[in-house]
């Protein structure tokens, strides 16, 4: 066994210091990302109930380039079928619902729903949506932020 002196220990110190200064960031940024999705998913599950949605009928209008994501245009709207219920979950949000909205039956229509949502960077934005017979239809559409909006 090797007694280490004063030079040999502080060096040994500053290089498991350079090791964790480095290696611990990624491994913050990986669990944040892994709670990010999990976060996301769990908003998806809490609308959908697990339900593949259909796609094709639900319309989802964003940009592809949100300039500000303080205030980012999103619409959503329907072909041929009356949506009681939408939602809009994005992905890399700290609270990834957006939106979650119930329309009266009366009310439903072809109408289209237009918000403004915040984005805290560019992420996946997903829209479902309910019909007046319970079939969950659903979009999605990449969205870059060019300067994020969530604190």
Known sequence: MKILNRRD????????????TVGLPGLAFADEAAE???????????FTGGKEAAQGSLILEAPDVAENGAQVPVAISMKGVKPVRVALVVDHNPVPTAL???????YA???KIAVRIKMKRSSLVRAYAYDEKGKLHGAGKNVTVTLGGCG
Request: hydrophobic fraction near 60%; avoid cysteine.
């Open 100 to 106: 979650d909205a119930a329309i009266s039956p009366k």
């Open 109 to 111: 229509g072809d109408a």
């Open 9 to 20: 220990f502080l060096l040994l110190l500053g290089a498991a210091n350079a090791a964790l």
């Open 36 to 46: 990010q999705k999990a976060k996301a998913e769990a908003a998806v599950k809490a």
